[in-house]
């Protein structure tokens, strides 16, 4: 391999810091450009979604440069879903019958400062802050930069340019403009948008309300989660839909509908957030989106990876995740290919797009199982009997859910697929009055798979007419 490439990556978020150390271990002469300052050192991220949840495929990223010791360390495990309704009852559903399997909560910058530090102490990688690419020459590999703090503009260039710029991503940008490179691409906008609100830690510093589960206050248009924090807060997102509806963040628009929603709606956390109001009209109002473009590449020389190729909603907890699990599959084909960086960037893109495309509709689904299903009897059902499978049957059953979460070796979209019929089968056999109570545990179970094997091979025979 002729590690003496020059690399130049823009953007040092979760995917690209993680990018830059990975290829800086294997010996290519890293250049990584953020617009932000260093987070190492400047406080940043108010009201930006400060925990995230982590899991498997995530990982197996951190596994891969070495990093799985540290990344526990800021872990906080969460065993399944604690659903509060209306009257203030709550009660878990686990994510999976297996013990061992749980996603955890992470803190965002925490994460990307260990990702930073890391790829520092290499000698062959640089980390530049305050400069943003307004423009990228993609046959010539070199980009221009404002440096925010100088005023002057700067041009970085190498053999190979990474755009891991987030979903406003501007080489994104740039190969859209060029009518030559024909990139397709769409924005689907959520009709929900989004604001991060705080439960504190309690005065001695633990926690005001269960820390080892995503909290979920799911009411059929709209919802509230809680992650954990490890200092001992929760950070809240209000999923609330923009304008439609009976309540959305145009009409909540004095403190005065504030409380009257917030105490109809989600009645046990009012007590739990003091700084409610301050904070609602205080944070911004994210929007949300799912982007999808093709191709990733151009002349061999440049690559989009990260939310600048596939960013999605986040209801599934797996748009950073994806993001890293890009890493892994370039780095699978930099091994294979040895440095060809042409061939390497061609089949990536064909082997990935597929299942970012799997996770980004994925994550749509989920938007309706977090806010409605949850809260359903039938989907209860459902969630019962496959925990039960999990629990009993560990080698024969995983949900869909712990295809996508707990099954890092399982790409994406066979995850969807298998997952999907899985969940029609037992929907169907539950609806029917097909699934009995005089039944045994395992012919429930054979049932279902016999179900699901109908259903794949119906799909099949569907997709080849
Ligand atoms: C509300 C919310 C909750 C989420 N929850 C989860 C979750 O629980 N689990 C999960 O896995 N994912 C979650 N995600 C998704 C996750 O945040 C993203 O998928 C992830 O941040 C993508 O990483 P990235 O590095 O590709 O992009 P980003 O994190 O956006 O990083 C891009 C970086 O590039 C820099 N940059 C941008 N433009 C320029 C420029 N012109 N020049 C130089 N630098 C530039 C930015 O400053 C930034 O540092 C969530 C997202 C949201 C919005």
Redesign the pocket.
């Known amino acids: 391999m002729n590690t003496k490439e020059n690399i130049l990556i823009?953007?040092?978020?979760?995917?690209?810091s993680l990018l830059a150390l990975r290829l800086g271990q294997r010996g290519y002469s890293v250049k990584l450009?953020?617009?932000?300052p260093d987070l190492r050192k400047v406080e940043q991220d108010a009201g930006?979604?400060i925990n995230?949840?982590?899991s498997d495929r995530?990982m197996k990223a951190m596994r891969m440069v070495g990093l799985e010791n540290e990344v526990k360390k800021l872990c906080l495990p969460m065993l399944g879903r604690m659903i509060h309704d209306t009257t203030g009852n709550k009660f878990m559903s686990p994510y999976s019958g297996k013990k061992e399997k749980y996603i955890n909560s992470i803190s965002?910058p925490g994460l990307n400062m260990l990702l930073l530090d890391a790829a520092d102490k290499l000698p062959n990688v640089s980390i530049i802050f305050n400069?943003?690419?307004?423009n990228v020459d993609m046959e010539n590999t070199s980009a221009t930069?404002i440096d925010y703090i100088t005023k002057e503009k700067i041009i970085h260039s190498g053999d190979i340019i990474f755009g891991?710029?987030?979903?406003?991503?501007?080489l994104r940008n740039n190969m859209f403009i060029d009518k030559e490179l024909r990139l397709s691409f769409s924005i689907d906008w959520l009709s929900h948008s989004?604001k991060?609100l705080t439960i504190p830690a309690s005065e001695n510093g633990g926690f005001k309300t269960d820390n080892n589960a995503l909290h979920i206050w799911p009411r059929g248009e709209n919802m509230l989660i809680a992650l954990p924090n490890l200092d001992g807060s929760f950070t809240v997102?209000l999923f609330l839909a923009h304008e439609t509806g009976m309540d959305n963040f145009n009409k909540i628009n004095t403190p005065e509908k504030v409380s009257e929603y917030f105490e109809r709606e989600f009645p046990d956390v009012v007590a739990l957030m003091p700084d409610l109001i301050d904070e609602f009209f205080e944070n911004p109002t994210?929007t949300?989106g799912t982007v999808k473009c093709y191709p990733w590449s151009t002349f061999g020389k440049t690559l989009i990876?990260?939310?600048?190729a596939h960013?999605?909603v986040?209801f599934y907890?797996?748009?950073?995740?994806?993001?890293f699990e890009d890493v892994v599959v370039l780095d699978k084909f930099i091994e294979k290919y040895k440095g060809d960086w042409e061939i390497i960037f061609s089949e990536y893109q064909k082997e990935r797009k597929v299942d970012t495309d799997a996770i980004a509709d994925l994550a749509i689904d989920n938007f309706s199982e977090m806010k409605e299903h949850t809260a359903n009897p039938l989907f209860q059902q459902k969630r019962k009997l496959e925990i039960a499978f999990e629990n009993n049957y560990p080698d024969r059953y995983n949900s869909k859910y712990s295809l996508v979460t707990f099954n890092e070796d399982i790409p994406y979209s066979v995850a969807m697929r298998r997952g999907r019929a899985q969940d029609k089968a037992i929907l169907n056999l539950l609806d029917d009055g097909k699934i009995t109570e005089e039944m045994s545990l395992e012919e429930k179970l054979t049932l279902v798979l016999n179900e699901t094997k109908d259903i794949l091979h119906d799909d099949d025979v569907a997709k080849n007419l």
Do not use: H, N, W
């Open positions: 823009i953007g040092a978020g979760l995917c690209g450009v953020e617009k932000r930006r979604s995230l949840a982590f995530g965002r400069q943003s690419c307004e930069f891991t710029d987030g979903a406003g991503s501007v989004y991060e997102t994210g949300l990876m990260g939310d600048a960013a999605i986040p907890g797996q748009g950073m995740i994806a993001s």
